[in-house]
């Protein structure tokens, strides 16, 4: 079978995922580009890193570029997208996947500083990706913005309030733009994974794992991968009458 026919392929579909040079941004971008994707791993703090993730996709035999900057920052995400268009030319898929420290701490603990911090990860930056991006994908008809959220805001999770409102306030955005993009043929989705063991978590308890994995009704952990299919799917051509969704990939902690 023609590979233009295989399900849940992306070739010749560029596609740009923030916060992608280790973790579940690692996992995404390879698993985009053994779909076919051009991919675009953005590194900001470890360009090191995300050339490693660029030279292992290459050698897989996928296509794949650089970017490094700040998701975060209006300059220098018009800057990043105008070296993809140079290169691969526009972006068709765009994953907002970066994040930065997350503190849990009680309501009186929290400085307003550290709710910005929050903010400025998971609703300013898929805003800015969006605003640099959406133009082009207007005039194709054809887009897909996925942002990568949480279970935490579905399970209101205690002293975590800055994190589980800026998710909650991303999911807001999404569904919003979801609706807005509709007509020019740009979905809009979410994945909320619940909590994947990634490099950052080597100092978390084993006791503390432990008990998480006990509310697990799945009873395992999940992985980076299975985050990444979920992605994929919303990024195929299988998911294009699907926009405005969460799809809450937690091995069923959320069911109710």
Known sequence: ????????????????????????????????????????????ANKAAGEAVVAGILAAGGEAMLVSGDAMDEAEVNRMAGEIEARFGPVDIVVANATPHQPMKKLEDYTWEEHESMLQAFV?????????????MKERSRGRIINITSEVYHLGMPEFSAYVA?????????RSMANELAPFGITV???APGW?????????????????????????????????HAV????????????????????GRTVW
Not at 8 to 15: E, H, S, T
Not at 166 to 174: D, N, P, R
Not at 232 to 251: H, K, M
């Open 1 to 44: 079978m023609p590979a233009e026919h295989l399900p849940f392929r992306l070739d010749g579909r560029v596609a740009w995922i923030t916060g992608s040079s280790r973790g579940l941004g690692r996992i995404i971008a390879e698993t985009l580009a053994a779909a076919g994707a051009k991919t675009v791993v953005n590194s900001f």
């Open 124 to 136: 300013k930056s898929p805003f800015l990706l969006a605003k640099r991006l959406v133009p082009s």
């Open 166 to 174: 800026a998710k909650g306030g991303q999911i807001g955005w999404s």
């Open 189 to 191: 989705n979410t994945v």
């Open 196 to 228: 994947i063991p990634v490099e950052r978590h080597d100092e978390v308890a084993e006791e503390h794992k432990a008990s998480y994995l006990a509310t697990v009704p799945l009873g395992r952990w999940g992985t980076p991968a299975d985050i990444a």
């Open 232 to 251: 994929n799917y919303f990024a195929s051509c299988e998911a294009s009458f699907l926009t405005g969704q969460t799809l809450i990939v937690n091995g």
